[in-house]
């Protein structure tokens, strides 16, 4: 059925240009106005427009003025359900779009800034990716309506034709106009579910770090051989003999170079899965890593920050 639809859409596509006038990607902001908003009836309004009819041939068949004039005033309601219909959309405008992140095969946030107009908005719906949400605005006001967007692979990848739409008020109408900004989205790769550590250079002993702490510890007695220095003389002074400043010895810092060099026995997308594992383990670990990859190197650092540019970097590789 899905693919029998996307025929008829292409198909559409080709024989009907005036419909898909706009489904070249055009740039932000995007706004909406008479000529790229299309009406139809819908399915109610299809079978109100029948029961009219009937009612129109009968009040004429049987010279019924009463029943006349009940077919008139519901076609005029029909009528400017119509109108208002359309004014649901026209004057909306799309003035920018930010994407979260995401890894290969999970949705992507994105928000979507809608800025209302000079009119309020009732009942819009927007449609991305076969998922519809719905959302009302005020007048003069701007609105992030939150879409996920799902992915299929790492890399660049082009936002799809967005939907907006309504059939406020009645629902026998159904206008609607396709939006197609220009951009596209990051999406990270997938990291691989388990394999072996990095290597560590703490792990060499000719690269760890001894470092003098700087934090008191505590107090103890003078030992002979001490040096003056450490002495704590205040302190010493309201005791019967010399203290000592005790200070913490912290543990070596431990940092992750992540070398794409490392892992030349991998293919490359087995390369870029292992080191979004470990960039992913770094970060949550909370240790500092730096990262190179062919053509960017990225030096020490830590933090989400970081981790985004690491990641961003994985993602555009070729």
Avoid at 83 to 98: E, P, S, W
Avoid at 169 to 185: E, Q
Avoid at 198 to 209: F, G, K, M, N, Y
Avoid at 211 to 219: E, I
Wanted: net charge positive.
């Amino acid at each position: 059925m899905a693919e029998t639809y996307r025929r008829f859409q292409h198909w559409a596509e080709r024989r009907l240009p005036a419909l898909t006038r706009y489904r070249k990607p055009e740039s932000l902001p995007i706004e909406l106005h008479r000529r790229r908003i299309y009406i139809v009836p819908s399915g109610l309004g299809v079978a109100f427009g029948v029961l009219l009819l009937i009612m129109l041939a009968g009040s004429l068949n049987y010279a019924n003025n009463a029943a006349l004039l009940l077919t008139c005033l519901l076609a005029a309601a029909c009528a400017a359900s119509m109108l208002v219909a359309f004014r649901a959309l026209d004057g909306l405008r799309l003035t920018a779009i930010q994407a979260g992140h995401a890894i290969a095969g999970e949705p992507m946030p994105l928000q979507l800034y809608v800025d209302a107009g000079l009119r309020t908005r009732q009942a819009i719906r927007v449609e991305v990716d076969g998922q519809t949400h719905a959302f009302a605005i005020p007048e003069r006001e701007q609105l992030a309506v939150k879409v996920p967007l799902q992915t299929s692979m790492r890399g660049w990848q082009p936002l799809p034709r967005i939907q907006l739409w309504s059939s406020w008020p009645l629902g026998l109408f159904r206008a609607w106009s396709w939006l197609y900004p220009d951009m596209s989205v990051l999406v990270w790769p997938r990291p691989e579910a388990a394999g072996p550590p990095p290597r560590s250079p703490s792990d060499d002993p000719t690269h760890q770090r001894l470092h003098q702490g700087d934090d008191l510890a505590a107090l103890r007695d003078y030992r002979a051989g001490d040096p003056q220095r450490r002495i704590a003389w205040k302190a010493s002074a309201r005791h019967e003999g010399l203290l000592v400043k005790d200070f913490e010895q912290p543990r070596p810092r431990q940092e992750w170079r992540l070398d794409w060099r490392d892992l030349r026995h991998l293919d490359s997308e087995t390369r870029i899965a292992r080191l979004a594992r470990w960039l992913g383990e770094a970060e949550a670990q909370g240790v500092p890593f730096s990262l190179w990859l062919p053509g960017e190197e990225i030096g020490h650092g830590s933090g989400p920050a970081h981790y985004v540019r690491c990641m961003n970097a994985l993602a555009r590789l070729p």
